[in-house]
């Protein structure tokens, strides 16, 4: 499986910004997918998932209410559209594979990574 996120760039505060990620094959959509990030100096952390079927879904606090996962399996695409951003949205966000169907946030349940796309979100 090879997942090619895109979409990232520069905005400012308060603009919003939508990722993508393209899977390769057919394998993510028994498969529930998540975003993380990861900013400079800091841990890799969770974003957002989203179940196989596309109706379950999971956030972070700190993106709850101003992110949104969305998939589409025909495409074998998900996506997440990010609005309101703030500077400490600041990082790269990668799109990844769950070794499972239901949405979760550790990333040992990911078994798939994509290369990664950089946000920045200037005050």
């Known amino acids: 499986v090879q997942l090619q996120a895109s979409g990232g760039g520069l905005v400012q505060t308060g603009e919003s910004l939508r990722l993508s990620c393209a899977a390769s094959?057919?394998?993510?959509?028994?498969?529930?997918m998540g975003w993380f990030r990861q900013a400079p100096g800091k841990e890799r952390e969770f974003v957002a998932s989203?179940?196989?079927?596309?109706?379950?879904?999971l956030y972070s606090d700190s993106v709850k209410g101003r992110f949104t996962i969305s998939r589409d399996n025909a495409k074998n695409t998900v996506s997440l559209l990010m609005s309101s951003l703030k500077p400490e949205d600041t990082a790269v966000y990668y799109c990844?594979?769950?070794?499972?169907?239901?949405?979760?946030?550790?990333?040992?349940?990911?078994?798939?990574w994509g290369q990664g796309t950089q946000v920045t979100v200037s005050s």
């Open positions: 990844a594979t769950a070794r499972g169907s239901v949405p979760v946030s550790n990333r040992s349940s990911y078994a798939y």
């Open positions: 094959r057919r394998t993510s959509s028994n498969n529930a």
């Open positions: 989203i179940s196989w079927r596309g109706g379950g879904t």
